[in-house]
């Protein structure tokens, strides 16, 4: 601990006066310049620009995203259309084509599922007539 707060256990009065002043200074100072901006704006108003001067106290803000690199040797795409398509495929690629030596696989597929049926039918109907 600093020399003056071991003696006194507390911060300084004056350093503590002096910090709210220069607090109170700060947003005074932002205070004046917001209200100088914003004089600003409403004295250059026009027709057009009116009525865009409500959405000033809405918490929503709009901003627009940055443009999309889609590789090498490729401009970024800046339209909303553009990044979607770019997004569509880099995420979510064609699926890989089936070769045909692998067509039998459905009908194995059914074989199977068939054996499955009838071994559950047939384990149903001896379980059934003893348990």
Same mark, same amino acid.
């Given at each position: @601990?600093? /020399?003056? @707060?071991?003696?006194?256990? @507390?911060?300084? !009065? !004056? %350093? +503590?006066?002096?910090t709210q002043? +220069?607090?109170?200074?700060t #947003?005074? %100072?932002v205070?004046? $310049?917001?209200?100088?901006y ?5 004295d250059? +108003? ?15 803000? $709009? ?16 339209t909303h259309s553009?990044k ?5 495929k880099? *995420? ?8 045909q030596?692998? +067509?039998? %696989?459905p $009908?194995?597929a *059914?074989a *199977? #599922?068939?054996n499955?049926i009838l071994?559950? !039918?047939? $384990?149903?109907h001896? !379980? /059934?007539?003893? /348990?």
């Open positions: @601990m600093h /020399g003056w @707060m071991k003696h006194f256990h @507390m911060p300084s !009065i !004056i %350093l +503590a006066e002096c002043l +220069a607090k109170k200074s #947003l005074c %100072l205070r004046k $310049t917001k209200n100088k914003y004089r600003k704006m409403v250059n +108003a026009t027709s057009q620009n009116t009525w865009s001067f409500h959405k000033w106290t809405t918490a929503n803000r $709009t901003y627009i995203s940055p443009p999309l690199d889609q590789g090498e040797n490729l401009t970024p795409v800046v553009e979607c398509d770019t997004l569509q880099h *995420l979510f690629p064609e699926p890989p084509h089936c070769r030596d692998n +067509a039998a %696989l $009908t194995m *059914l *199977l #599922l068939y499955f071994w559950n !039918i047939w $384990t149903n001896y !379980i /059934g007539n003893y /348990g």
